[in-house]
């Protein structure tokens, strides 16, 4: 009997090395592939965080009637310089996003409104229909048409990080109704 322990002296030594290096290929892979998920969802919040901020910046331009009587400038208060938004996430003064509306709101169709489409009990085309009886000295106005116009914008804004190298671009459409008298100056 003590001849067979003899033979096995060092055995499991080598099994033992061998199931700790195993073990230890696992755990390395095991962090490398925790390293890159985290770097994925880091990503997509970034990405997230820089569509929020375009949208944001949207918004607040089709908010105000500012886009359509100057384009080039349709931010009330640019960060910088005119049609730029700077956003602060984390309330620290320093903007983590900057959108930028490159190229500048552009008109893309107008349609003067016909009287006869209005529905008078709806304010907004009462007031489209005031001076109807007139129909002078109101520039676009033509036959039949009231003193509003409908028209459609296109609004891209580029977002880009301060921070990181994140990047989105959203371009928008949206329909405003001008008057007759902006329509021939906002959209030509």
């Not at 067979?4 to 230890?24: E, N, P, S």
């Not at 107008?110 to 001076?131: F, N």
Request: glycine share 8%; hydrophobic share 40%.
């Amino acid at each position: 009997m003590n001849a067979g322990f003899r033979r096995q002296d060092g055995a499991t030594l080598v099994i033992a090395l061998i199931m700790l290096v195993v073990i230890t290929l696992l755990a390395v892979s095991s962090l490398g592939t925790t390293n890159m998920n985290l770097k994925v969802v880091g990503n997509m919040q970034s990405r997230g965080e820089a569509l929020h901020a375009t949208q944001q910046a949207i918004e607040t331009v089709i908010s105000t009637p500012q886009f359509i009587a100057n384009p080039a400038n349709a931010l009330l208060n640019p960060c910088g310089t005119a049609n730029t938004l700077c956003t602060d996430l984390n309330g620290d003064g320093t903007p983590e996003y900057t959108t930028q509306l490159n190229p500048a709101p552009s008109c893309i169709s107008v349609k003067p409104i016909k009287a006869s489409e209005l529905i008078l009990s709806s304010a907004e085309d009462l007031g489209c229909s005031a001076g109807q009886a007139q129909q002078f000295g109101v520039a676009g106005v033509g036959s039949g048409d009231s003193l509003c116009a409908s028209t459609v914008w296109d609004i891209t804004a580029e977002t880009k990080g301060m921070a990181n190298r994140t990047r989105v671009t959203v371009t928008q459409g949206v329909a405003v109704r001008i008057s007759a008298d902006d329509m021939d100056s906002s959209c030509i």
